[in-house]
């Protein structure tokens, strides 16, 4: 069962924002982030005329876009109506019954369609233009649509482009393409300074709420990622570092061998000057031996200084 109806609005600066609901207990389920979201998502889709259903929580949307007014749109274009649904509700069965109930708003906004520009206007200028004539006509039309007068002379959007559709004044085809291109740079500044306002304020909340984690969550997600990242290089670099070392080691390899030869065959001289000493003084201590044993005299007994030569001296 339908809860309530809404109207949006939108401007270039400002983006998708609510003009009236009904009844006035809808304001509590329309947020400006809400409000934001269900109208980009119809940019996001088509600029022309479109319908869409979004699941919330608590309730469901059925939304229809009139159309952007460089593209087609139905009587007045850049508005949004917004039926709310309970959760048990089908909202498609609303496609055709939302854009032929919204006629009767549409036309109620339109006047003299040159009365504004939404592309270059405020939200005061918006709702300077438009009047209050749409007031009273959010509840009848609510109404019409809960006692079912809407059915039977529903009519899908492409029908309703035929009957009651616009699109921008003839121009010659320099002027069209000129104008297309200019009026494709605004949309698009619109778009995405949409975008960045919804970004802004989902970075500034804690929680992830139905679009999921928020901004804050996948920055410092990505923050955290980068980290890691960092550290994966470092590590490489070190690892690649440990090998340039490893292999000046194995480099060197062939020079120390050379080195551990030469300090082999010192050792092996060193040891072959060992054994000739040691048989110098087994000799000494022989001829030591002997001198004691014969008594002979001191003046005989040789004593060796160095290979060779000898000198007496006196035990």
């Known amino acids: ?7 949006f609005g939108w401007t270039n600066k400002e983006g998708f924002f609510l003009i009236d609901c009904y009844p006035e207990s809808m304001k509590a389920y329309l947020d400006e982030e809400t409000v934001m979201r269900i109208g980009s998502l119809h940019r996001m889709r088509n600029l022309d005329p479109n319908f869409i259903t979004i699941n919330f929580p608590n309730y469901k949307i059925a939304s229809f876009f009139s159309g952007m007014k460089t593209s087609k749109f139905i009587i007045s274009p850049n508005f949004t109506i917004v039926l709310l649904l309970e959760l048990a509700e089908n909202p498609y069965k609303y496609s055709m019954i939302l854009p032929t109930a919204s006629k009767e708003i549409l036309q109620s906004l339109s006047g003299d369609k040159q009365r504004f520009d939404t592309r270059i206007a405020r939200i005061p200028d918006v709702l300077a233009a438009i009047g209050t004539g749409f007031k009273p006509l959010l509840p009848k039309v609510f109404n019409d649509i809960m006692n079912d007068q809407i059915k039977v002379d529903a009519l899908s959007i492409e029908e309703l482009l035929k009957q009651e559709g616009y699109s921008v004044q003839e121009l010659s085809e320099t002027e069209k393409k000129i104008q297309e291109l200019q009026d494709q740079l605004k949309e698009k500044d619109g778009v995405i300074e949409m975008l960045q306002k919804m970004l802004t304020q989902k970075a500034e909340e804690s929680g992830g709420g139905d679009f999921g984690p928020s901004i804050k969550d996948y920055t410092n997600t990505i923050e955290l990622l980068q980290r890691q990242l960092s550290q994966e290089k470092r590590a490489r670099l070190n690892a690649v570092e440990q090998v340039q070392q490893l292999e000046a080691k194995l480099d060197r390899f062939p020079l120390l061998e050379n080195k551990i030869k030469e300090v082999q065959e010192i050792i092996q001289q060193k040891d072959q000057e060992i054994v000739r000493l040691n048989e110098q003084i087994k000799t000494l201590e022989e001829e030591i031996q002997n001198v004691r044993l014969h008594g002979v005299s001191s003046s005989e ?7 060779g030569r000898s000198r007496f001296i006196p035990l």
């Open 1 to 7: 069962m339908p809860m309530g109806i809404a109207l």
């Open 301 to 307: 007994v040789p004593i060796r200084d160095t290979p």
